[in-house]
């Protein structure tokens, strides 16, 4: 027996459209000798430079919403661009300060970049997010903790579901994720850091499209989790545009935010 549709309007399948825009957090966050590498900072500023307003125009011309989210070193430093990204309508996420992995061995540490990355979006933005990426997906045994803390809803860092789940005796929506739909192992790389073969937009957009077929007939949530530095390329943006014009070839799915994914779920499991 097929189960009926748990998505809104008998929806097959729930996309969800998400981009960790990091910029050079991500590379400062790994070495903070980087700091001196002009070379290595420029692929993370181009996300910013190039690969935000790009998107956003994709976004625009192809009418669907995303989530971003965005670590509080990169609204203080590239207030223009989350002011774009915001101001287009597009939901803003937590996502660290500087794009610090989580360390259980460190709770305060934790803790303390929780909070400057709330700050700084409040701050610079004006934005009290509903959901919380962990840099790298890295949870510790305290970072529900933080994200029940701080009044947020939801957190999109786990990979043992294809659908949405309330974290056992929490109200925090868990919104999955999986490493195939992730732009950063098949386009992240430098020679020297992270010496990866890369691999054609061809090829990724075959992953995507037939992970979408899968989750279409499963009736799960397609969360795709892309960067500003890596999609924001020009033919991997052409990829993204092909596979955002593939499903919507297909009828019954809805588009949403990580908002509104989340709470619809727990409109459904209350």
Known sequence: MVPSSPWP????????LTFDFDAESGWLSRDPAHRDRPGVLSQGRYGA????????????AERVPATFFIPGWVAEQHPEQCRLIRD???????HGYLHERAKPE??????????????????????????????GWDLTPITLECVRAHGMIYSSNLMDDVFPYVHRGTSVVELPVQWALDDAPFFLMHPTFLNRP??????V???WRDEFLGMYEWGGLFN?????????QPSRLLCLRRLIRFIKEHDR??????????EHWRARTA
Do not use: N
């Open 9 to 16: 309007g008998d929806a097959k399948v729930a996309v969800m």
């Open 253 to 262: 799915v809805w588009w949403a935010t990580g908002r509104e994914v989340a």
């Open 49 to 60: 430079t190039v690969g935000v307003p790009r998107l956003l125009d994709l976004l625009a």
């Open 224 to 232: 795709l989790t892309c960067h500003p530095q890596l999609i924001g």
């Open 198 to 203: 890369l691999q054609s937009p061809e090829t």
């Open 106 to 135: 460190d709770p305060e540490g934790e803790r303390r970049a929780f909070e400057l990355g709330m700050k700084a979006l409040d701050a610079g933005l004006g934005v009290t997010p509903a959901g919380y990426r962990s840099p």
């Open 88 to 94: 287009a309508g597009h939901e803003i996420g937590h």
């Open 205 to 207: 957009f075959g992953i």
